[in-house]
């Protein structure tokens, strides 16, 4: 007999790449929620609250993931946010921990949110990047996103444009309760980078 799928929660996503060891990324729960803003705290001027975080839980169109060493002795390391309407993806949100970049961690997280998006059916990976973020912009061009166009004025604090990437995604298999059943996603609230 075929074993029930474990819930979203309960499910460990498999790590992939050439991730350091000891670390896994698994599905966001609400006792994360501190650590996690703490991290959007010192990583964006504009950061989301928890309630913006909150608002995201169990809403089809978005995966919540989060990073974390094996054990969790030393609480969130990291986060990311996508949003998936039918054939597309946008990473609305990611971070890694000051003390913790620079490791291959946000390698680690972005290729595990590639592997949500592949699986929820998404061919085309979009996100949007501060001119200025020269670190995320190499992540993600080292991760194979590529530059389509630039945001005028998207940001604030500082007010910044914004280069807009893609990376186009293999097919995947397309669970029936995915990708929001075609509604648009949701404004993100204020843009990152
Ligand atoms: C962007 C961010 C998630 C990267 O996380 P990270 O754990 O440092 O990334 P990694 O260690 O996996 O780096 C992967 C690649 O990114 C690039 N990179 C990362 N940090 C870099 C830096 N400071 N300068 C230049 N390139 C950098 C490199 O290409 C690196 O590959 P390499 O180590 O083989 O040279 C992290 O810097 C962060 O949280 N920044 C603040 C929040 C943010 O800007 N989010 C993105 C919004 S669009």
């Not at 074993?3 to 499910?11: A, G, H, L, T, W």
């Not at 803003?37 to 089809?60: K, N, Y």
């Not at 291959?104 to 592997?115: A, P, Y």
């Not at 992540?139 to 893609?166: D, M, S």
Request: charged share 25%; with cysteine; aromatic share 6%.
């Amino acid at each position: 007999m075929e074993q029930p799928s474990p819930s979203e929660e309960e499910r460990e996503l498999d790590p992939g790449g050439e991730a350091p060891g000891g670390w896994h990324v698994r599905a966001m729960r609400p006792a994360d929620l501190p650590g996690v803003v703490a991290i959007e705290g010192e990583a964006f001027t504009t950061p989301w609250s928890e309630e913006t975080f909150r608002s995201l839980f169990d809403r089809p169109p978005w995966v919540l993931l989060v990073l974390e060493e094996e054990g969790g002795a030393s609480g969130i390391a990291g986060y990311a946010v996508l949003g998936c309407v039918m054939e597309q993806g946008e990473l609305a949100n990611i971070a890694v921990r000051s003390r913790d970049r620079g490791r291959g961690l946000g390698g680690l997280l972005l290729e595990q949110v590639v592997q949500e998006a592949v699986a929820r059916g998404v061919r085309q990976l979009f996100l949007e990047v501060r001119m200025s973020n020269t670190a995320a912009a190499a992540l993600y061009t080292a991760h194979g996103f590529q530059e389509i166009g630039v945001r005028k004025n998207y940001y604030e604090e500082p007010r910044e444009h914004a280069r807009v990437l893609v990376r186009r995604l293999p097919e995947g298999c397309t669970p029936p309760d995915s990708g929001g059943g075609g509604e648009p996603l949701p404004e993100a609230e204020g843009g990152k980078g």
